[in-house]
Structure formats: structure tokens, C-alpha cells
């Protein structure tokens, strides 16, 4: 309503209420139409100057390069309105595809269609190839349409229709779920310090253990779970644990909590070592446990003057629960022998000895110690190469195989009289001079020949 003067009398306007969708959209079709129709016979006109201009260049009189001149002039303006005439067309159709996508949306006015893309996560791509999900987004859109291209989401329909897809979008981002694994103690410290709880508030996510106690699931919006997954994958990256004698366990637990507030890692005294004493438990970012445990250890190597040695033994890392338990039991049997501490270290690669800082025992030590990580290592090798052989003697033989080895393959080889076994055959020496397979050939040989030669002294 717009009032044109103070004084005079009030007029009111009222907005033109916009066509019927079907006229409109008819009207928008019948000018497509005539404006290609109008393009066309302007490229029509172009093409006809261009053969009559060729064929006055043929002629090459000055009459006809005048004409030229002038076809030139009359094919650049039709040029230009066929430019214009292309762009509107242009236009056209343009208006005309939304007007067709407002009517596929159901909308009864063009100026209601509210079309846009939203990104997806790879969640939510993954979750879409399904046909049923698809389905779900399309009917909480109001009538609108749905596509998925590629890593976004198209849509076309009303505002009303797009409120109802991004709420049904942040549901199906809900749904994420994922599972980290982690150890019994590691699961215990994180949870007294509440560190599962902090992480959920701080991303808006649920973190909770589950029922096995061996891995922590955590759901929520895809994007935000990912980061929470993330982060608690990297405060679990490092892991150390260091034997404490018991004297010193009360102090320990002090030190422990100075420690946590420099490294920013957990750090806890539980009982559980050899001999009544403790374990110090460190959790963490790799880096912030690996600063713990240094600090630790120069505390320990101050109050108990002791020091560390570390021996690597890479072939202990074979060994399976079994022999660990074995190795774990004989290395505290192996530190009461040195009057020391001897304990596997993380990952099973290494082994730490700890002693008196002025004493001799490092040398014998690490000497009696590479004894027995052999005899582990060759024990797990053992192992390895039994189980290796068990599955190759599990294979089913090829035909070919049998064909090149013939009897010898399906079982003990008859030659008149006499069985001969095929372990026989493979101990049985390739000749009379083989050392290594027919020891006793070689022996009378030699006593053949000083035989001969002590004939040969005598006669002479």
C-alpha cells in the first residue's frame, strides 16, 4: 500500500498475483520456440551473404569488391543480432528449466523453488548408495527431488521441503558408530580420570565402554565421532609400563602426579610387580610418554642409585602368550640369580635390566641373557617352521607331482624281496664318497689305503 500525498485521497496498489505455473511455463515454451526459430533464420541469412559474398570475390571487378564491402557490413549487423537473439534464447531456456523443475516439485509458484547442493561425508555417501536410505531422504523433503552427484547432495523443491532434509540429513549423521580397541588397564586409567566423558562433551559425541571391556564405541555426527576417534586413538598411542620397587612406591605416587602436570600423560602406581611391589603404569600421546617415562627413570636411578640396561632381542616379539608367560617368569628367576631387576619391555623386542649403579653385574648379565633370548628365539622359530610345515603337508599333492615322483609318491617302493621305505631312500648316499651321507664308506677307504701303504714299506 503506498499513500501518494497527505492531502490527498489514499490510493492503493496491490501486487499483480503471479500467472498460473501452466501459463506461465506454456508462454516461457511458445518464446523459446520463436526465438530458436528467429536464431535459425538469422544463421540461415548468414550463410546465404557468405555464398553470394564468395561468389563477388570470384569476379574481381571493382563493382563487385564494392558489393563485397557492403554484404560485409550487412553480415556484421546480422551477426550482432543474432548474438543478442542467441543470448536471449539463452535466457530463455534457462527460466524455462526452472519453471519445469518448480512444476516436478509440485510448487504452484516458481519463486517458492529453493534449489541447493549439500556437501555429504563419506558416512553419509556410503549410507545413500542404498536405495532405501535415498527413499527416506525423498519423502522427508516435502515432494521435493533428491540426487546424489558424487560427494554432494542436489536438491530442488521448497523452502519448507529443504527444512525436512537437512533435519533428516543430521539424522542419518547420527547414526555413525565406530569401535577402538584397547586394553583392560589402559580402559581402567582413562576411565578414572574420566577422559572418556571430556572427549564426548568436547566433540558432541557418546563415548562409551563396551560390555567385553576391551574396546570403546563412540557415535554420533559422522565428522564430529571422526575426530573423536582421532583423538582418543592418539592419547592412546603411547603405553609404558616400569617396575618400582616397594620401598619406594609411596614416594613413586607423589613423583607420578608432578610428572602428569609436565608431560600432560596419565601416570599411575598399582601394586602388581614381583616381590610386593608395584608397576607405574604411564598412558598417553607416544611423545608424552616417552618424556614420563625418562623423568621417571632419572627419579628412580636418583632415590635407588641404580641404573638401566636395555639388551634388544628382536626374536623375543615372536614368541606367543604362552612362552611370554614362560620368558616373564624365567627373566624374575634370571634378576634374583644377578641380584637385579629383569623385566620384557613393550612390544617384546627388548628386555630391560636394572641394577646397582656401582656394581659388576652388567657384563655377566647381558651375557647369560643373550643365552636365553637364543633359546627363545630358536624355540618360536621352531614354531614357525612346524606350523609352516603342517600347512604345506595340508596342501593336496598336484597330479603333475605324483606323475614325476611315481611310486615313490603314493608310498614304499617294492624291489624283489625287500621293502624300501621312502625315508630310506632320501638317508640312502648318492655314491660311496659322499662325507656327509655315507660316513662309514669313506672310513674303510682310508683304512684300505694304509693298508697298502704299510705293505708297500714292509716289501721295500
Request: a positive charge; charged letters at 30%.
Amino acid at each position: 500500500r503506498l499513500q501518494l500525498h497527505a492531502s490527498s485521497p489514499r490510493h492503493t496498489f496491490t501486487r499483480p498475483m503471479a500467472p498460473a505455473l501452466a501459463a506461465l511455463l506454456e508462454a516461457t515454451e511458445g518464446r523459446s520456440a520463436e526465438l530458436d526459430a528467429e536464431s535459425e533464420g538469422l544463421a540461415a541469412e548468414v550463410a546465404a551473404l557468405d555464398l553470394e559474398i564468395a561468389g563477388k570475390r570470384a569476379e574481381k571487378t571493382i563493382a563487385a569488391q564494392n558489393e563485397v564491402r557492403e554484404l560485409l557490413k550487412s553480415k556484421e549487423a546480422l551477426a550482432k543480432k543474432a548474438k543478442l537473439i542467441g543470448a536471449a534464447a539463452g535466457h530463455v531456456r534457462l527460466a524455462l528449466a526452472k519453471l519445469q523443475r518448480a512444476k516436478q516439485a509440485g510448487l504452484e509458484d516458481w519463486k517458492e523453488l529453493r534449489e541447493e547442493t549439500v556437501k555429504l561425508s563419506d558416512f553419509a555417501r556410503e549410507r545413500l548408495k542404498e536405495g532405501a536410505t535415498v527413499a527416506q531422504l525423498e519423502a522427508s523433503c516435502a515432494g521435493g527431488s533428491v540426487k546424489v552427484d558424487g560427494a554432494s547432495l542436489a536438491f530442488a523443491g521448497s523452502s519448507a521441503g529443504l527444512e525436512g532434509l537437512r533435519r533428516a540429513l543430521e539424522q542419518l549423521e547420527s547414526a555413525y558408530s565406530c569401535t577402538i580397541e584397547v586394553d583392560a588397564l589402559t580402559l581402567g586409567i582413562l576411565e578414572r580420570r574420566k577422559a572418556l566423558e571430556r572427549q564426548g562433551e568436547k566433540h558432541g559425541v557418546t563415548v562409551a565402554k563396551d560390555a567385553g571391556g576391551a574396546s570403546v564405541t563412540v557415535s554420533g555426527a559422522a565428522e564430529k565421532a571422526r575426530k573423536a576417534e582421532q583423538m582418543l586413538k592418539f592419547m592412546m598411542s603411547g603405553k609404558v609400563d616400569l617396575p618400582c620397587p616397594k620401598e619406594l612406591a609411596g614416594a613413586a605416587k607423589a613423583h607420578a602426579q608432578d610428572v602428569e602436570v609436565e608431560t600432560g600423560s596419565y601416570v599411575e602406581v598399582l601394586r602388581g610387580g614381583f616381590g610386593g611391589g608395584s608397576i607405574v603404569h604411564i598412558r598417553g600421546d607416544s611423545e608424552g610418554v616417552k618424556d614420563a617415562e625418562e623423568r621417571m627413570r632419572a627419579w628412580f636411578d636418583e632415590r635407588d642409585g641404580a641404573y638401566s640396561s636395555f639388551v634388544e632381542a628382536p626374536s623375543l616379539a615372536k614368541l606367543d602368550a604362552a612362552k611370554t608367560a614362560e620368558l616373564t617368569n624365567d627373566l624374575w628367576h634370571f634378576g634374583q640369580k644377578f641380584a637385579i631387576a629383569a623385566s620384557l619391555c613393550e612390544g617384546g623386542a627388548r628386555v630391560e635390566l636394572r641394577g646397582p649403579a656401582g656394581g659388576t653385574w652388567e657384563a655377566p648379565a647381558r651375557a647369560e641373557l643373550r643365552q636365553l633370548s637364543d633359546w627363545y628365539g630358536q624355540q618360536a622359530e621352531e614354531v614357525g617352521s612346524a606350523g609352516a610345515k603342517a600347512k604345506a603337508k595340508a596342501q593336496p599333492t598336484k597330479k603333475r607331482g605324483r606323475r614325476l615322483l611315481g611310486c615313490c609318491a603314493r608310498g614304499p617302493v617294492r624291489a624283489g624281496p625287500q621293502v624300501v621305505s621312502r625315508r630310506r631312500m632320501q638317508r640312502a648316499p648318492s655314491s660311496m664318497f659322499d662325507v656327509q651321507r655315507a660316513p662309514s664308506a669313506l672310513s674303510l677307504l682310508l683304512l684300505l689305503l694304509l693298508l697298502v701303504a704299510w705293505l708297500f714299506v714292509a716289501f721295500v
